[in-house]
T-cell receptor, first 114, second 112 residues
Framework: DAMVIQNPRYQVTQFGKPVTLSCSQT?????MYWYQQKSSQAPKLLFH???????NEADTPDNFQSRRPNTSFCFLDIRSPGLGDAAMYLC?????????????FGPGTRLTVL | DQQVKQNSPSLSVQEGRISILNCDYT??????FLWYKKYPAEGPTFLIS?????DKNEDGRFTVFLNKSAKHLSLHIVPSQPGDSAVYFC???????????FGGGTRLMVKP
């Protein structure tokens, strides 16, 4: 089945220690998104890639970076995690950036910062 | 500032009855609205959507109503089934773009 895969499902890191979360997709979609969802809050869009073009949301902290080495993979790098960065991180994909193209979500990676 | 709000964190309904989930928004630029459903340990999955040029969209047991003047939308599930128990997220977008603003979710529990 075509799908969006996120590894690892659970990630523990230490305060200030860089961490990378991974997302891969077999849908061959052009757009990949990263969302942050803190406990009992709404998922919040951090940034997205449309092919190789990176689009950052205005209020995404500089501490968050992303890489997309190819169509299938996208990484979220947190350079110096703080306690406030503990959250569920959701990756999603869509064929295009048009609203009529459904976003497909992965199961998420829950990040704990000690 | 939350632009999309789901004021009920949870809702409990008897099997066979109607479930009504509500969502309010503040940004008048939003022109497309979606509902996603999320089961534990899974990512959200798309359920139903509505464009601002419509006031109703129906798909099987699911109907979404949009009241633009009140900046309010609702999702009706009739009849509710235990398998509908999940967290439901309302989301909105502006200018036909796929950048979604989500609400905080409502946990629906359908009791057998």
């Amino acid at each position: 089945d075509a799908m969006v895969i996120q590894n690892p499902r659970y990630q523990v890191t230490q305060f200030g220690k860089p961490v990378t979360l991974s997302c891969s997709q077999t849908l061959n979609h052009n757009v990949m998104y990263w969302y942050q969802q803190k406990s009992s809050q709404a998922p919040k869009l951090l940034f997205h890639y449309y092919d190789k073009d990176f689009n950052n949301e205005a209020d995404t902290p500089d501490n968050f970076q992303s890489r997309r080495p190819n169509t299938s993979f996208c990484f979220l790098d947190i350079r110096s995690p703080g306690l406030g960065d503990a959250a569920m991180y959701l990756c999603a994909t869509s064929f295009s950036p048009a609203i009529t193209d459904t976003q497909y979500f992965g199961p998420g990676t829950r990040l704990t910062v000690l | 500032d939350q632009q999309v709000k789901q004021n009920s964190p949870s809702l409990s309904v008897q099997e066979g009855r109607i479930s009504i989930l509500n969502c309010d928004y503040t940004n008048s630029m939003f022109d497309y609205f979606l509902w996603y459903k999320k089961y534990p340990a899974e990512g959200p999955t798309f359920l139903i959507s509505i464009s601002s040029i419509k006031d109703k969209n129906e798909d099987g047991r699911f109907t979404v109503f949009l009241n633009k003047s009140a900046k309010h939308l609702s999702l009706h599930i009739v009849p509710s089934q235990p398998g509908d128990s999940a967290v439901y997220f309302c989301a909105a977008s502006a200018n036909a773009g796929n950048m979604l603003t989500f609400g905080g979710g409502t946990r629906l529990m359908v009791k057998p």
